[in-house]
Structure formats: C-alpha cells, structure tokens
Nanobody, 124 residues
Framework: LQLVESGGGLVQPGGSLRLSCAASGFNMDDYAIGWFRQVPGKEREGIVCTSSSGLTTVYGDSVDFRFTISRDNAKNTVYLEGDSLKFEDSGIYYC??????????????????WGQGTQVTVSS
C-alpha cells in the first residue's frame, strides 16, 4: 500500500490549497482515507476523513469546515481543499488509508498506510 501526497508549498494567508493523495498498489475504493496535519512539537491531528464510498465525511476534533475532502476512485486519488488559510494551518499534511474506517478521524491503530507527507507553509 503506497500513498503519495502532492500539492504542498507556500500559501499566502487567506489563500487556498488543494492537495492530492494518490494511491498505488491497492484499490483505494476499498479504504477510508483521511487527511492529517502535524506541526513540530505537537501530535498528528485529523483534519477530515472520508469513507471508502465517499458518502460519509468525518471531521477531526477541530471540526474545521474550511477544509473539504473528495475522492475520485477511478483515479485512485483523494483530494483535500482548504480556503481562508491561516498561519496556524502550516504543517506537514499526510494522507492515510484505513480498511476498517475512521470513526473519529484520528491517527491510530486503524491506519494501514501513511503517505510521506507534504509541507504546507502559510506565510506572507
């Protein structure tokens, strides 16, 4: 199971982002996919997760509706879009796959595979 994130970079405050998570080696439509963020000195936190069908969306503890998740199973790719970005949105963004699903959109033992992460820096 391999996941590869892309689309990170420098974003101005108030700007938007669109990250991609491409899967290889497995059919992504068998897995729930989540997006997570980690900043130095803090634990990795869930942003938003989607079920394998894409019909269910679960937000992390922050319940930040500035971020949305979508999936294109035909392309084996899941996307994260965010707008009105703030300085505190900076961090390394990871996608993760779970065969059992993300009931609470939190990192944990339910994760079967992590991507390598992509850096997002919100700065003027």
């Amino acid at each position: 199971l391999q996941l590869v994130e892309s689309g990170g970079g420098l974003v101005q405050p108030g700007g938007s982002l669109r990250l991609s998570c491409a899967a290889s080696g497995f059919n992504m439509d068998d897995y729930a996919i989540g997006w997570f963020r980690q900043v130095p000195g803090k634990e990795r936190e869930g942003i938003v997760c989607t079920s394998s069908s894409g019909l269910t969306t679960v937000y992390g503890d922050s319940v930040d509706f500035r971020f949305t998740i979508s999936r294109d199973n035909a392309k084996n790719t899941v996307y994260l879009e965010g707008d009105s970005l703030k300085f505190e949105d900076s961090g390394i963004y990871y996608c993760a796959a779970s065969r059992s699903g993300f009931t609470w959109c939190k990192p944990g033992r339910s994760v079967d595979s992590w991507g390598q992460g992509t850096q997002v820096t919100v700065s003027s």
